[in-house]
Structure formats: structure tokens, C-alpha cells
């Protein structure tokens, strides 16, 4: 049985590289109420960064789709992430997250996946190619003393 | 982002400032190569202290411009580098490849 989250957004936008950074804006706006730590907000936004650009760069790399992201709040202060796009998806996925493998030419490092599974506690992608990627990430916002 | 240049003896300093994501990343490793090809640096130091987030297009921005300057037979550091990106280049393990000072 899939658990229900006690709080969670839901945001649809297309692919361009501009909402880059509204979506780490809103998803840090979402967990603020976790009160995280500076360092924990940063690893959050660094990660909804790389799945984000993912989509914007490999699911659509010649024409503006749709990407849809989600941030839910679980029970024990747990914030999960999703990122969806209805691209052209990932032919190999083991691949995909090997560090310094890219697709994307000079302008790429090819550490997205590796930032995402350092940053957060738990990183799942399922993709199908010319489908899409789901990327789902979790991350436990520590309960801080003096904290009610 | 918004890039500052100061330039002394071939030395040339790059002050970085804004966000450095995929968005503005092209921008900014043209403008750093446009910097390049006029001052003709020995050395050059990207000074982080301006930046107030960065993501793995941080790190394809400092390789570049190492790959350049090395084809000028110079070499990069980095300098006040915040937490948060430091963060983003430790994962990356760039320091193997580029001192941050």
C-alpha cells in the first residue's frame, strides 16, 4: 500500500531551461516548512536542479515538452521528489548513471545522476525509451533539537 | 550570472556572481572565453565568492576553461569557494583535476 504524503505540491511546465530555477525556488519554498538546515536545503535544490535539467536537455533535446514535478512530505520529516517527462527516455539507464557518461556534449560534465544520488538518501529512475523518466528522490530532513 | 574580470602581470581573475546552472552556463563559458582570448592569461582564477548556487553545470564550466588554458599552457584555480558548490565539486571530484585555493 502506497503511503499518503501529509503535504505535497504538484507543478507542470514546459521544458525550458529558464524554470530551471524556479523549480529548485518552489521545492525549497515547499520544504521550508521541515525547517532544514541551510546545507540540506542546498542538497535539495542541487538535486532538483539535475533531474530538471535532465529532462530539459536529454528528454527533449529538439523541441519544449512537458515536465511535471512533484514534493511530498511523509511521515519522519521525509521530502520526496519526482520528476516526470514524457521524452524520449533513457535506452540504458545503468549507463545513464555511471559518473562522467553524457550524452550532452561540452556543455554537460556528465555528473548529474551522481550529485542526485550523493545529495539525497534514495534515488530511483525508471525510464522507457520514447516514453519517458521518472526520476524519484528521497531525502530525510534531520528533526533539530529545540524544534517542536 | 554576471561575470567581473581584473587582470595583473597575465594574471586574470574572473569574480563569478548569481547562479550558475545549465541556464546560464553557456553564457558564462562564452563570456570566460572571450575574457581568455583578450587578456591571454598565465594563470587564471575563477573566484567563487559571488555565487549563490551551483549545480554539475558549474563543473562543465571549469573544465572548459582548464581545456583552454591549458592549450595556452596556463592553469586554473578557483578561489572562495561557498559550501554549497564546494559541495557539488567535491562530488564531482574535481579537485583531482583543478586546485581550489
Known amino acids: 500500500m502506497k503511503m499518503k504524503p501529509n503535504n505535497y505540491i504538484a507543478l507542470t511546465f514546459p521544458s525550458r531551461s529558464v524554470n530551471e530555477g524556479f523549480a529548485r525556488a518552489a521545492v525549497a519554498a515547499f520544504a521550508a516548512q521541515l525547517d532544514p538546515t541551510l546545507d540540506e536545503l542546498g542538497d535539495v535544490k542541487t538535486a532538483v536542479s539535475e533531474a530538471v535539467t535532465n529532462a530539459i536537455v536529454h528528454a527533449y533535446p529538439e523541441e519544449i515538452g512537458k515536465i511535471s514535478l512533484r514534493a511530498s512530505i511523509f511521515d519522519g520529516n521525509v521530502l520526496e521528489i519526482t520528476v516526470r517527462d514524457w521524452g524520449r527516455g533513457i535506452a540504458d539507464v545503468e549507463k545513464a548513471r555511471e559518473p562522467l557518461f553524457t550524452t550532452g556534449g561540452e556543455e554537460r560534465s556528465g555528473m548529474g545522476f551522481t550529485i542526485m544520488e550523493s545529495f539525497m538518501d534514495a534515488l530511483v529512475v525508471r525510464s522507457r525509451e520514447g516514453h519517458g523518466t521518472v526520476v524519484t528522490m528521497k531525502r530525510k530532513i534531520a528533526r533539530r533539537a529545540g524544534r517542536k | ?101
Open chain 2, 1 to 101: 550570472m554576471e561575470i567581473l574580470s581584473a587582470e595583473k602581470d597575465r594574471e586574470l581573475t574572473l569574480l563569478l556572481r548569481g547562479e550558475l546552472d545549465h541556464h546560464g552556463a553557456k553564457a558564462a563559458m562564452t563570456e570566460i572565453g572571450q575574457a581568455l582570448d583578450a587578456a591571454l592569461p598565465r594563470t587564471l582564477t575563477l573566484d567563487f565568492s559571488g555565487v549563490t548556487f551551483m549545480d554539475s553545470s558549474g563543473i562543465a564550466v571549469v573544465m572548459r576553461a582548464q581545456r583552454t588554458m591549458r592549450a595556452f599552457g596556463g592553469n586554473v584555480s578557483l578561489t572562495r569557494v561557498p559550501p554549497q558548490a564546494k559541495k557539488v565539486f567535491d562530488a564531482a571530484g574535481l579537485t583531482r583535476f583543478v586546485p581550489i585555493r
